[in-house]
């Protein structure tokens, strides 16, 4: 059974930075495209897109609200994803959650990814 696990969340003030990681067990982690999604508050239903990187960690792609902000980058020997996050804004706010696709895919499509972490809390300040 594949267990992702996020961390680094927590509040920043605006223009603030924070890495999250997301550590895997349980499968072959440098098999998989892995990927970062959010929910705002009172959205929950909804995950919206932030960066995906492949399983080599050879591409990567940002969602336009995030791009040249966030950066996201892999560990293949940690088993660990990171999502490195500059210049927050308070419309970052949002539960954080990784995915794992083992189809490798490369989406933006949340109901492509088999295994989900249960998210990390950031709240950005004004």
């Known amino acids: 059974q594949v267990q992702l696990v996020e961390s680094g969340g927590g509040l920043v003030q605006a223009g603030g930075s924070l890495r999250l990681s997301c550590a895997t067990t349980?499968?072959?982690?440098?098999?998989?495209?892995m990927a970062w999604f959010r929910q705002a508050s009172g959205k929950e239903r909804e995950f919206e897109f932030v960066?995906?990187?492949?399983?080599?960690?050879?591409?990567?792609y940002h969602a336009d609200s995030v791009k040249g902000r966030f950066t996201i980058s892999r560990d293949n020997a940690k088993n660990t994803m990171y999502l490195q996050m500059n210049s927050l804004k308070p419309e970052d706010t949002a539960v954080y959650v990784c995915?794992?696709?083992?189809?490798?895919?490369?989406?933006?499509?949340?109901?492509?990814?088999?295994?989900w972490g249960q998210g990390t809390q950031v709240t950005v300040s004004s």
């Open positions: 995915a794992a696709d083992f189809n490798r895919r490369f989406s933006v499509v949340a109901r492509d990814y088999d295994y």
């Open positions: 960066s995906v990187i492949s399983w080599s960690g050879g591409r990567i």
């Open positions: 349980g499968g072959t982690f440098s098999t998989y495209d």
